[in-house]
T-cell receptor, first 111, second 114 residues
Framework: RKEVEQDPGPFNVPEGATVAFNCTYS??????FFWYRQDCRKEPKLLMS???SGNEDGRFTAQLNRASQYISLLIRDSKLSDSATYLC????????????FGAGTRLAVHP | DADVTQTPRNRITKTGKRIMLECSQT?????MYWYRQDPGLGLRLIYY???????NKGEISDGYSVSRQAQAKFSLSLESAIPNQTALYFC?????????????FGPGTRLLVL
C-alpha cells in the first residue's frame, strides 16, 4: 500500500462547479498535512496546510479526518486557472521534515 | 528573481556519462532537498541536507551523490547515468513554521538519459 494515495483523475468540471479531492495516508502517527499545487511542467507550490480543525482559504477548504486517515480539498466556484495537479503531502514524523508526496490528482476546468 | 534556481533546466545525456545538476537558493534556508518525479508517481526524495555538514540519504539514493558546497548550494550528481534515471528533478529548500514545514521548489531539471 502506498503511504499516500490519491485518485489520479482527471476531474473534468465546468467553471463554477464545486469539486472535492480525497487523499488517504497509511501512517496513523503522521503529524502534519498539506496540499500543494503543480501546474503542468512546473514546480509544486504550497496551496495550504491542513489543520485538525479544518481550514479555509477563500474558495478552498481543507479538512483532516484522523480516525479514517484521510484529508480532503474542496474547491468552490472553480475557475479556469484552477486547472492543475493537486498533490497531497504528509509529514509522517513531525519535526523530522521528511515529506511524503502523493502522485497527485489532475483537475481540468473547462468553460 | 527566483529564490531557488536550478541549472541546467534541460539535459540530454548518454548512458554511462557523469552529470551534475546544480541548485542555488537565496532564501537563507539551512535545509535543502533533491527529489525526482516520474509520471504516475509522487515526488521521491533522493538526498537531503539540514546544514552544510549534514548529508542524508533519501528513499532512492542509489546511483546518486550530492555535495553541499555552501548553505546556498546543493548539487546532485549521477555518477554513471542510466536510462531509468530519466525524470524531472526538483531541488527544494525549507523552513519550519508553526504549521510544520513549507518547502520551496526550484523550477526543475528535465533529464533524458539515452
Amino acid at each position: 500500500r502506498k503511504e499516500v494515495e490519491q485518485d489520479p483523475g482527471p476531474f473534468n468540471v465546468p467553471e463554477g462547479a464545486t469539486v472535492a479531492f480525497n487523499c488517504t495516508y497509511s501512517n496513523s502517527a503522521s503529524q502534519s498535512f498539506f496540499w500543494y499545487r503543480q501546474d503542468c511542467r512546473k514546480e509544486p507550490k504550497l496551496l495550504m496546510s491542513v489543520y485538525s480543525s479544518g481550514n479555509e482559504d477563500g474558495r478552498f477548504t481543507a479538512q483532516l479526518n484522523r480516525a479514517s486517515q484521510y484529508i480532503s480539498l474542496l474547491i468552490r466556484d472553480s475557475k479556469l486557472s484552477d486547472s492543475a495537479t493537486y498533490l497531497c503531502v504528509v509529514n509522517p514524523s513531525g519535526g523530522y521534515n521528511k515529506l511524503i508526496f502523493g502522485a497527485g490528482t489532475r483537475l481540468a476546468v473547462h468553460p | 528573481d527566483a529564490d531557488v534556481t536550478q541549472t541546467p533546466r534541460n539535459r540530454i545525456t548518454k548512458t554511462g556519462k557523469r552529470i551534475m545538476l546544480e541548485c542555488s537558493q537565496t532564501k537563507g534556508h539551512d535545509r535543502m532537498y533533491w527529489y525526482r518525479q516520474d509520471p504516475g508517481l509522487g515526488l521521491r526524495l533522493i538526498y537531503y541536507s539540514f546544514d552544510v555538514k549534514d548529508i542524508n540519504k533519501g528513499e532512492i539514493s542509489d546511483g546518486y551523490s550530492v555535495s553541499r558546497q555552501a548553505q546556498a548550494k546543493f548539487s546532485l550528481s549521477l555518477e554513471s547515468a542510466i536510462p531509468n534515471q530519466t525524470a524531472l528533478y526538483f531541488c527544494a529548500t525549507s523552513d519550519v513554521d508553526s504549521t510544520g514545514e513549507t518547502q520551496y521548489f526550484g523550477p526543475g531539471t528535465r533529464l533524458l538519459v539515452l
